[in-house]
């Protein structure tokens, strides 16, 4: 199987393309998003050297599916999926602040608190917590949005309003549709034996309507446990089994990697590759209950073309 790696297309009416880290968004008359899910793979805010077959895919399907389970909660901007790697939807001005939402205490919050820090992104933490422990209500954790080559940053409620980043009232609906939509996943993911750890929202505004944009509860923006086995590795200190990219990053870590200057990227040989399809498989199997069916078209670009074409001929 092929990995697309990137797009170079010419849509009609098209204004600008973005190539970030992952997605290829082609904005269209100023009205129109077109987000093709690449099979690129980033860590640490680094784009890595390969691809992984069918993860584009992945990603999309599960946004979709997820989009369409949680817009009686909060608007979004998905109108249409013409091709398995492909959403399109309304433009909104996004927010520069992601809204990361945390059930748990792991992945780069419990490295910050192994290192002393009690404050995560305002919220005051007691001491003598565990990897993976429980927090007692989800917390709300932002972060900047950086642009493309730089690292998003921790930030506060506080510093957010401070610095004028978002108004007070558009930041408590932020609030608002966060934990709403987090409690929403939690729900659909516990009834497939997993749990909903930690994730990330993104919002923006179309003619002052707030909609939540870019992709929800995939393996790229969210982390799940399985919950069977959760409470006996808690008890006994054990790692979590875990689906989401985590492993990727842990995978790099363990090879001297975490985006720091000088650092070398370790080689991706195609047993890591398969690896990481699989796993991502994995997730989508058990977040959505349905078998995963990857499509294996030859010529991938071509196909994701000629349905946009056709999708944008028809509307």
Request: proline share 5%; charged share 25%; hydrophobic share 35%.
């Amino acid at each position: 199987m092929t990995a697309l790696t990137n797009t170079n297309f010419q849509f009609p009416d098209q204004k600008n393309v973005y190539h970030g880290k992952v997605r290829d968004v082609y904005f269209l008359n100023n009205d129109i998003l077109v987000m093709i899910a690449t099979d690129r793979i980033s860590a640490f805010d680094v784009i890595l050297p390969k691809g992984i077959p069918s993860k584009g895919q992945i990603l999309n399907q599960i946004a979709a599916k997820f989009l369409d389970a949680t817009e009686d909660i909060c608007p979004n901007w998905k109108i249409a999926t013409p091709d398995p790697m492909v959403t399109i939807g309304k433009f909104c001005k996004g927010f520069p602040v992601e809204m990361i939402v945390r059930g748990y205490l792991c992945g780069s919050a419990w490295r910050s608190y192994q290192k002393g820090n009690r404050n995560l992104c305002g919220n005051i933490l007691p001491d003598g917590m565990r990897e993976n422990e429980k927090f007692p209500i989800p917390l709300i954790t932002p972060t900047t949005k950086a642009e493309q080559g730089e690292h998003d940053a921790d930030i506060s409620k506080e510093e957010i309003l401070a610095q004028g980043l978002v108004s007070p009232e558009d930041y408590a609906i932020l609030e608002d549709y966060s934990l709403k939509l987090f409690q929403r996943g939690s729900e659909i993911a516990e009834k497939k034996g997993l749990i909903l750890v930690d994730t990330k929202y993104e919002f923006g505004k179309n003619e002052d309507k707030i909609y939540l944009i870019d992709e929800i509860h995939t393996p790229d923006s969210s982390r799940y446990f399985y919950s069977e086995k959760y409470q006996e590795n808690f008890d006994n200190g054990q790692p979590q089994k875990q689906l989401s990219k985590e492993f990727v990053r842990e995978w790099l870590m363990a090879n001297g990697f975490q985006g720091f200057e000088g650092q070398q990227i370790p080689e991706m040989t195609d047993d890591i590759v398969n690896n990481i399809t699989k796993r991502y498989i994995e997730l989508f199997e058990h977040i959505t209950g349905e078998t995963f069916k990857p499509n294996e078209d030859e010529n991938i670009e071509k196909r994701i073309f000629d349905n946009i074409n056709s999708w944008l001929s028809n509307r």
